[in-house]
């Protein structure tokens, strides 16, 4: 399967980099897939999980409160106002992680629909990294 580059920035900084087989982004009309060559689109984010399918064929989560996103047929980037990747070796680095994503659901608490399921893939994320 063909791969290409995605890029997950926030203002403090990188979140993700790296050549990936797929991402699924929580769009404001609903969730959409991505794949290499993909037409090109721009379009806002609403809060949610970014799931990252790496080239090991290892998914990996971020959860963002909301952002933009510009894809064209090699790479995609993601402009997040606030994200945490929900990842880590142990259970300390995953534990905090965990918490990082629950005070970003508490900051954008005006959205239950979307904390609901948020936190549901951040569960089920966590379990899969243990």
Known sequence: MDTFTLEILTPNGQIFSG???SVTLPGEEGEFGVLANHASLTTLLTSGVIDI???????ESVLINWGVVQVDEEKVVVLAEGAVAIRGESESEISKALE?????????ADS?????????????AAKSLL
């Open 112 to 124: 239950g629909t979307a904390i609901a399921a948020a936190s549901a893939k951040i569960e089920t």
């Open 100 to 108: 990082e994503a629950k005070q970003l659901l508490n900051d954008i």
């Open 19 to 21: 050549k990936v087989r």
């Open 53 to 59: 399918e790496k080239e090991d064929k290892k998914v």
